[in-house]
Every structure is written in structure tokens, then in C-alpha cells.
């Protein structure tokens, strides 16, 4: 769903040539929706089933052209239905869940087919990487703040390991921001909601002289907080973040042309409030354990601290209550800086692509594991990180053939504190942690025209990476640790596979593709010299079946089905307050699922999106740990934040008002079944099966230059939980998801 790219001016004959001959194939199905949509205008100005341009083959293609499991959506797209953020995506996508355990700005999570970074420590990269503009972030605490302005949003499911390669052993989320054009155009909306939120976001595009165009965009967030602190009554999980992001476009000559992105953040907010859970019936050792629901409910207690999740709240067991006695607070603190030059540069019968780019963040967070009045376990977090990145490619194609090839080089260095300065029995650490990494990587991939409708397609990659580590962990209810150490890591990985056109408008394919996370090191609560050996790299191998059809010339259906192995598969485990955690390799894991999604027109004013993903998955693993007192195999386990069955559904409906404007009603649902919210499958963190509904009312003008409108989200005041953890044998704590909110949003743009 995402809106038509402009195309390089810079495009060779060869190319464009080959493009047609691509693009050629949608031309009857776009013709079609074009009528279709002409039929009212009402419809065709705020539908958003639009033809889908990515670039998930690293060159411009209709995204029913691309034989990867891929969803998009467009600026407009995105715009129109109302999400706020980038991020918002993922109730809409099959086989795709997000959390985020201190709040979706510091540490948000991705996961894609159940793999996820299960790992809340800033030392470990995500394996369903986020990519910003062409750009790799290592580290994507921060990024979220930066998701405005989009030109597009696209999802890959499944190993992307030849063109991407880092960390793409469940997939990548690509945002791309809109570019400078070449005439003018300006944009500014500004929203009011619950919790006294106010969202002002704007934008200006243009040209400077006859060869240099610009962009600038900016958003500011502030909110109260949607949570209550009932020790002080302060307000907690608040919003005060402002993003920006310029651009300049310089024509060098007819058949080159230079991107400049300057762009950073910045966030000074309280953090998300923990709900306290006791898992016994009585506050006595030994004492019964609670059932899920109970425990979940805030009825059960802990003999630690002898009340139940409902006493630590004063009774207020819900998402707007959480309790923290903290005597430092629970400041978030979070600045980016970023910047990037993309050079493109087009020969007779290749183009040739160079983006330098360099991230740095810096970040504070506070949290109290405890989530009571008690000063009893309040952790802080320091991350300094700066990231370099090189990426240099060319592209190319003949009459029967599209071809890329590049070499990629990521380099990282972090520094991490992580200390408790405020914790009961007089019990106290810190660990210093630098972590440095370094990668380089060849990669190439050539699509080849067996015959007319038969494609092969095959890519291969080989990455080497180095990894150096010291921690210092002073003396401190954990052993003392002052050790340094390296990893070494190297992989080739690929993909090959064939595309079939029975039909211009359809595409089946099959195909085999690997992808490799490089090892690393656990870095922050370490309670043993042991845990500071390094964990090894985790390899998947995916198998996966295609189809992208279009039914009757308008109605859109792709769907998927595949079956992956990860070998040696990196989790954290968090063992208890006292133990500490550990990062393993948890042992093998096996995933098999489908996806489908369609779009379709039903009437000249009503259209459907809807998607719906199946999956099931299972450890295969020797590891055995103790956790709340039980002793866990994970032999057998579902991954975490893995349901075996989700859908989602979008439907709009459009009222054409004559001379009056237009009016457009949206409804919007998101159903997960019960799944885990742990690896360990602890009975404590299963989170039960629920939905969540949206509803937008929205009023535009004759021109669309204005529009007003009415949005509500999570409309059943849903409660539920993202993410839990067990601290201890006797008790944890959940983090609750987002409450019912509504707002009025004015749009104006030229």
C-alpha cells in the first residue's frame, strides 16, 4: 500500500528497459484499481489500496514483483489510517508483535515469526533488525522517536541474509523518509488526546536552486503519562520527545546525484511503572502458588514483601496504577544524533550506490524491578554508543537478468554502567561494560530469466565479525568480575530460489535462504565468571512457499508459508534478583507457519485490508534453569511473544459530501491468541488472548487541503500485559500495555 516512488532521474536505458519489462506485468491490475477508484471520488482520494513500490531487493519494484514475504505501507497510507507511528504497523501485520519493557522510545522489540530479542540488556542486537533510510541501527533505543514523515514502511519476514545480512535471522523493518522534491510542498497537523497529549508535526520540501532541493520535518510529543504513581502520585510512562531530520538533494551532474540526512531526538520523560505480582496464596515460604489468573489479577502476595499486587497499588490493580518508591525516580533520558550521505551514480549499463553513515546515542533510563513503595530493587542504565557504517553497491541488469553486488562494513563501540545504587540489605552492584564490534561482509544476488515465466534467483554472503569485552563488576551481592574478552565470528549465508509467472498478474515462488546473529557477550547482570564466556552465533535455515496473486483485477492476496530452524538460539534468562541472569545459547528452535493478507475494493466507497498468520513453534534444548523456585526445561517451549494464531483487519468506508467534502469512517482490529511472554513458558507469564479495536472519524475538504478528525484507540479499554519477568521465587512483575486513549488531530498541507 504504499504511494507511487518518484523514479531517478538517473536511470539507464538498460534499466528503465528493464523496469518496463518488470512493471509491465502490474500495468492491466493498475489500470483496473485505477478505474475502480475513479468510480468515486470520495474513494479515490483517501483510499489507501495503493500499488506497492519497495525496495526490499535493494532496487524499485512493485512489491508483487518481490518474491520475499513482504508488507508495506505508504506515508499516505499510514497517514490516512491514523497511526501515529511507524511502530503502529505491527497490529497490521501477519506473524509481527511488538513490545517494549521500558517503553516503546528506550528499548522497543520487534518480533517477526516469534523471533525476538529476548534480552532487555543495550550489550545485544535485535535479529529482526530496523533499518532507517538504508541504514543499519545497532541499537534502536531511540529510533522510534524519529518515525515521521515516512514515504513508506516496509516489513521482510524471514532470513534476510545476502543483500541485508546483519542480525537478519527473523527479518527487518525498513522506514523511509519522504525526500526533498522538486516543487514546493508543506505540511503541519497538530493533535490533542487523553492525558493531556499534544503532537505538533510539520514539514517543508522544495527546491534551493535549479540543482539542490531540501526537506525539513520535525515532531514534538508531550503527554501527562498514562500512569499513576499511588506512593507519590506523580505521573509515570509520560511523552516529551522532539525529533527533526533535514535533507539536502544535489544534482553533480545528469547522471549523479548526492543525499545529505542530518537527523537526531532527544526525550526527557518518566519511565513505565511495573505491576507488582505475588505468586503465593499466603505470605509465607512454602505457601501455595496462586493460579495465573489470580496472580495476574493482583490478588496473590509474595513472602518478601508481604502483599499482594492489589496492596502495593493501594488497590488500584490496572494499567493506570503502578507503585514505585524509588529515591532516585524513573527518568528516562534519550539523545540521538545521526547523519548519512547516499551517492548515486548511474552508467550505461550499471548504477552504483554509496551510503556513509555515523549514529550516536546516548541514554539514561531508571526502573524499580520491585514495582512497590518499598526501596528494595531500583536499577539505572547508561548507554553511550557510536556507530559506523559503509555501504557501497552496484546494480545492474540485462534483458534477461537483474543483478547486485556490494561490501558492507559496520563498526560499534558502546559503553554500558548498570547499577543499583538504592537496594534492600544494604545489597549493591555495578558492572562497567565497553563492548566493541566490528563487521565486514561481500554480498551479491542475480535474478536470471530461465524462460518467460521461470526466474532463478540466488545470493550468497559471507560476513566476518570481531568482538572485544571488558566488565568490571565491583564488589557487590554478585561475584566480583573484572575480565576482558573477544569473539571471533564468520558465515557464509544465502539464498536461492525460483519465481513462476503462470500470469502477468501472479507470482509463485519458492526458496531456500540462511541467515547468521553473530555471537556475543551477556554484559549486564552477570553473576558468575561463567557468565561472562561468550555466546555463540545462532545460524536459521528457512524454507518457504509464495504466492501474490490478483483476483478479478483488483482484489490483491499474497500469502506465505515456510518452516525455519535456528540452531543455537541466543536468549537471556533471568534467574532471580540474586542469581542474576544469563544469555545462552538456549539450544534449537523450529517454527512453522503461513501468512495471508488481501485488499480489496468491495463497493466504489468500502475496502477491506486484512491479514491473519499462523504459527507454531518449539525448542528443541538440553537447558535447564530454576526460576520462581521450579526447576524449567526448555525442551519443548514455545518462544516467547509467539501466538500460534493472529489476525488483523482495516476497514474504511467513504461518504462523498458533494461541494461539502468528504467523510471517512475507519475501523481498525488486531486479535492475538494466548501466548508466552518468557522463554522459560513459566505459567505466570502467559498471557491470555485478546484484541484490539480502533475507530477514526474523519471530515476533508473538497481539495483535501484540510481535515479534521476523531480518533480512538484500544476502544474496549483492554487490559493486558507486553512483557513479565520473575525476579524471584516467590514474585515478579508485568508490564502493562497502553489504555483506552482518544484525540482530535487537524491536518493541513498544500
Avoid at 523496469?19 to 489507501?48: D, E, P, Y
Avoid at 563498526?411 to 548498570?418: M, P, S
Wanted: proline share 3%; aromatic share 12%; net charge negative.
Amino acid at each position: 500500500m504504499s504511494a507511487p516512488h518518484r523514479s531517478s532521474p538517473h536511470h539507464s536505458d538498460a534499466q528503465s528497459i528493464n523496469l518496463l519489462h518488470r512493471g509491465g506485468k502490474r500495468l492491466v491490475s493498475a489500470i483496473a484499481l485505477a478505474s475502480t477508484l475513479g468510480a468515486s471520488s470520495a474513494f479515490a482520494q483517501q483510499s489507501v489500496l495503493e500499488e506497492v513500490t519497495v525496495t526490499a531487493q535493494k532496487r524499485e519494484q512493485s512489491m508483487q514483483d518481490v518474491s520475499v514475504a513482504v508488507s508495506a505501507f505508504s506515508g499516505d497510507a499510514i497517514d490516512k489510517m491514523g497511526f501515529e507511528e511507524g511502530l503502529d504497523i505491527t497490529q497490521q501485520v501477519p506473524n509481527m508483535n511488538f513490545f517494549a519493557i521500558f517503553g516503546e522510545a528506550s528499548s522497543p522489540s520487534v518480533s517477526l515469526r516469534g523471533i525476538s530479542l529476548v534480552n532487555f540488556s543495550d550489550s545485544w542486537e535485535s535479529p529482526v533488525s530496523i533499518y532507517v533510510d538504508d541504514v543499519y541501527r545497532g541499537n534502536p533505543a531511540g529510533s522510534a522517536i524519529q518515525l515521521f514523515d515516512l514515504e513508506r514502511v516496509e516489513v521482510l519476514r524471514g532470513p534476510q541474509g545476502t543483500l541485508y545480512g546483519r542480525n537478519t535471522t527473523g527479518g527487518l523493518v525498513h522506514y523511509v523518509s519522504r525526500k526533498p522534491t522538486e516543487e514546493f510542498d508543506a505540511s503541519i497537523s497538530a493533535s490533542i488526546g487523553t492525558y493531556s497529549e499534544s503532537i505538533l508535526e510539520g514539514s517543508m520540501s522544495g527546491p534551493i536552486s535549479d540543482s539542490v532541493r531540501g526537506r525539513v520535518a520535525i515532531k514534538s510529543t508531550h503527554n501527562d503519562g498514562w500512569q499513576t504513581n499511588t506512593v507519590t502520585g506523580d505521573k509515570l510512562n509520560d511523552t516529551d520527545s522532539f525529533g527533526y531530520r533535514t535533507q539536502l538533494e544535489f544534482d553533480l551532474a545528469e547522471n549523479a546525484g548526492l543525499l545529505l540526512n542530518v537527523h537526531g531526538s532527544n526525550a526527557d520523560q518518566q519511565s513505565v511503572g511495573f505491576a507488582h505480582m505475588g505468586y503465593l496464596e499466603e505470605a509465607v515460604e512454602g505457601s501455595g502458588k496462586c493460579s495465573v489468573g489470580a496472580i495476574q489479577n493482583g490478588a496473590c502476595t509474595s513472602a518478601t514483601f508481604g502483599l499482594t499486587g492489589a496492596e502495593a497499588v493501594n488497590g488500584k490493580f490496572d494499567p493506570e496504577h503502578v507503585a514505585s518508591g524509588a529515591a532516585e525516580g524513573l527518568a528516562t533520558k534519550i539523545d540521538t544524533f545521526g547523519t548519512s550521505a547516499t551517492l548515486s551514480w548511474d552508467f550505461e549499463n550499471f548504477s552504483l550506490t554509496s551510503i556513509t553513515a555515523y549514529e550516536e546515542l546516548d541514554k539514561f533510563l531508571q526502573d524499580d524491578g520491585d514495582g512497590t513503595a518499598i526501596v528494595w530493587f531500583d536499577e539505572q542504565y547508561a548507554v553511550d554508543a557510536e556507530q559506523y557504517t559503509q555501504e557501497i553497491r552496484l546494480n545492474g541488469s540485462t534483458e534477461k537478468s537483474n543483478w547486485v553486488t556490494g561490501f558492507y562494513y559496520y563498526k560499534d563501540d558502546r559503553g554500558l554502567v548498570t547499577e543499583a545504587p538504592t537496594t534492600a540489605d544494604g545489597l549493591w552492584h555495578r558492572e562497567i561494560v565497553t563492548l566493541d564490534s566490528e563487521s565486514w561482509a561481500l554480498f551479491g544476488q542475480l535474478e536470471y530469466d530461465l524462460s518467460e515465466s521461470i526466474t532463478l534467483v540466488s545470493g550468497l554472503r559471507y560476513t566476518e565479525e570481531e568482538r572485544d569485552f571488558t566488565q568490571d563488576a565491583g564488589p557487590s551481592f554478585y561475584e566480583e568480575i573484572d575480565t576482558t574478552g573477544d569473539l571471533s565470528d564468520n558465515a557464509t549465508t544465502g539464498r536461492i530460489g525460483l519465481d513462476w509467472r503462470p500470469a502477468p498478474d501472479t507470482l509463485a515462488y519458492a526458496s531456500f535462504s540462511t541467515g547468521f546473529k553473530s555471537g556475543g557477550f551477556s554484559g549486564s547482570y552477570n553473576s558468575s565468571l561463567e557468565a561472562t564466556e561468550p555466546v555463540g552465533a545462532e545460524n536459521i535455515n528457512n524454507f518457504e512457499l509464495g504466492l501474490k496473486t490478483t483476483l478479478a483485477e483488483v482484489y490483491r492476496l499474497n500469502a506465505a508459508a515456510f518452516h525455519y530452524t535456528v540452531e543455537d538460539y541466543q536468549a537471556q534468562v533471568f534467574l532471580t534478583v540474586a542469581e542474576g541472569s544469563v544469555i545462552t545459547n538456549a539450544g534449537d528452535v523450529t517454527g512453522t507457519g503461513a501468512e495471508v493478507e488481501l485488499t480489496a475494493p468491495i463497493t466504489n466507497n468500502f475496502e477491506v485490508i486484512a491479514g491473519a498468520g499462523w504459527l507454531s513453534t518449539e525448542f528443541d534444548s538440553e537447558q535447564l534453569f530454576f526460576v520462581a523456585g521450579d526447576a524449567y526445561t526448555l525442551d519443548g517451549n514455545e518462544l516467547p511473544s509467539a501466538p500460534g494464531f493472529t489476525y488483523n483487519l482495516v476497514a474504511r468506508y467513504y461518504q462523498s459530501l458533494g461541494d461539502s467534502g468528504e467523510l471517512v469512517f475507519q475501523g481498525d482490529y488486531a486479535w492475538q491468541d494466548d501466548h508466552y511472554l518468557q522463554i522459560e513458558n513459566d505459567p505466570y507469564s502467559k498471557q491470555s488472548a485478546y484484541g484490539l479495536a480502533n475507530a477514526k472519524i474523519s471530515w476533508h475538504s473538497p481539495s483535501d487541503v484540510y481535515s479534521i478528525e476523531a480518533f480512538a484507540r484500544n476502544l474496549s479499554n483492554e487490559e493486558y500485559f507486553t512483557y513479565q519477568n520473575t525476579l524471584g521465587s516467590d514474585w515478579g512483575y508485568g508490564v502493562w500495555g497502553q489504555p483506552r486513549t482518544a484525540g482530535l488531530r487537524f491536518n493541513w498541507k498544500m
